[in-house]
């Protein structure tokens, strides 16, 4: 695959469900070397259609648009067409936009603000069989390896009908984390937080944290600290 991208440009579709921010990438991805833009998308469902019609090396997929969004177009893309890479392009670089996209298979992620230089760097770094992610992409996913593990997983069967997740919060409360901690150890948003609380509380009769804490120490959710 190597030795054809450098043969000829990578051929690239555009997915983007902004008609002025997708002209503007087609525009700009026309001024330089070695990509040749083949068709434009406004939404997954056409990018899943075009790259089923058109066969590109690559395509630079938004991940918020409408009827099918870029992860879901991106799995389906991976899992129908293992031919054509995937690489993000994306006004969001949040653990909740970054991750789910990686999962999904793509395998380079930048961010709107990137060049049009390090997009093309990006389009032959997946031909090639390497990662073609930004600067700050690879920081977040090497703070990431570097977080602790979340607390361990709580018993099979959670008291009082919680879910796996409620209790996993339940316990997070009980080691004294707030919910914006929360939030960034277990890579969902603090509204998500806040219902997984809502939902524990009424389902244990909990009324505040400090309940909380003594329930999940009461029902063997976390253990005290030795000593």
Request: charged residues 25%; proline residues 7%; negative net charge.
């Amino acid at each position: 695959m190597t030795e054809e991208v450098r043969g000829k440009p990578a051929r690239v579709v555009v997915a983007d469900d902004q008609t002025v921010v997708r002209e503007g990438i087609v525009m700009l991805l026309g001024l330089l070397p070695g990509v040749e833009v083949v068709g434009a998308a406004g939404d997954g469902e056409e990018a899943v259609r075009l790259v089923a019609e058109l066969a590109p090396d690559v395509v630079l997929m938004d991940l918020r648009m409408p009827r099918c969004d870029g992860v879901e177009a991106t799995r389906r893309i991976r899992a129908e067409h293992p031919g054509t890479q995937v690489v993000v392009l994306t006004t969001f670089g949040d653990d909740e936009s970054l991750f789910p996209a990686l999962r999904a298979g793509a395998r380079g992620y930048l961010t709107k603000d990137a060049g049009g230089d390090e997009i093309v760097r990006a389009v032959h770094s997946v031909l090639s069989g390497d990662a073609g992610l930004s600067p700050a992409v690879q920081r977040r996913l090497l703070e990431r390896l570097s977080e602790p593990e979340p607390v361990q997983a709580p018993p099979a069967q959670p008291p009082d009908g919680l879910t796996a997740r409620e209790t996993e919060v339940l316990a997070l409360i009980a080691e004294g984390f707030s919910n914006q901690e929360i939030a960034r150890r277990l890579h969902v948003s603090t509204a998500t937080v806040k219902t997984h609380i809502n939902n524990l509380f009424g389902k244990t009769g909990i009324k505040d944290r400090a309940q909380a804490v003594r329930y999940a120490y009461r029902k063997g959710i976390v253990r005290p600290p030795a000593g």
